[in-house]
């Protein structure tokens, strides 16, 4: 026996509202898609601040090596984000390509 039991309906009025809006599964699950486009926004965010800090620091060490795995690194966070926005995904991995996917997904609300 455990000494919490986690109650199976809210108490208070507020969250019994709040309780019945977010119980349905198709609402949970389209609470899960935000965070993972969110938690997806997030880390692309990441990779593309490292990708200026590489390009604009002359003096960092294996600076080559670096841009082009932190590139293949944004590469496949964008499929990823094509797939869960469900944009065709670049067909090769060039300025052009990056281009027209990033501009469909801040077309569809993507902000990174």
Same mark, same amino acid.
């Given at each position: 026996? #455990?000494?919490? %039991?986690?109650? *199976? =309906?809210?108490? #208070?009025?507020?969250? *019994?509202?709040?309780?019945? /809006?977010?119980?349905? /599964? *198709? +609402?949970? +699950?389209?609470?899960?898609?935000? +965070?993972?486009?969110?938690?997806?926004?997030?880390?692309?965010?990441?990779?593309?601040?490292?990708? /200026? /800090? !590489?390009?604009?620091?002359?003096r960092m060490f294996?600076?080559? %090596?670096?841009? !082009?795995? *932190?590139?293949?690194?944004?590469?496949?966070?964008?499929?990823?984000?094509?797939?869960?926005?469900?944009?065709?995904?670049?067909?090769?991995? =060039?300025?052009?390509?990056?281009?027209?996917?990033?501009?469909?997904? #801040?077309?569809?609300?993507? #902000?990174?």
């Amino acid at each position: 026996m #455990s000494l919490y %039991q986690a109650p *199976t =309906t809210p108490r #208070s009025r507020g969250l *019994t509202r709040l309780w019945n /809006r977010f119980a349905h /599964r *198709t +609402d949970l +699950d389209a609470l899960a898609a935000l +965070d993972r486009q969110l938690r997806l926004e997030g880390r692309l965010g990441a990779v593309a601040a490292l990708l /200026r /800090r !590489i390009e604009n620091d002359e003096r960092m060490f294996a600076r080559g %090596q670096r841009f !082009i795995a *932190t590139k293949d690194a944004y590469d496949a966070l964008l499929a990823d984000a094509c797939r869960l926005a469900e944009v065709p995904p670049a067909r090769a991995c =060039t300025e052009d390509e990056r281009l027209r996917v990033e501009l469909e997904l #801040s077309s569809l609300g993507w #902000s990174w």
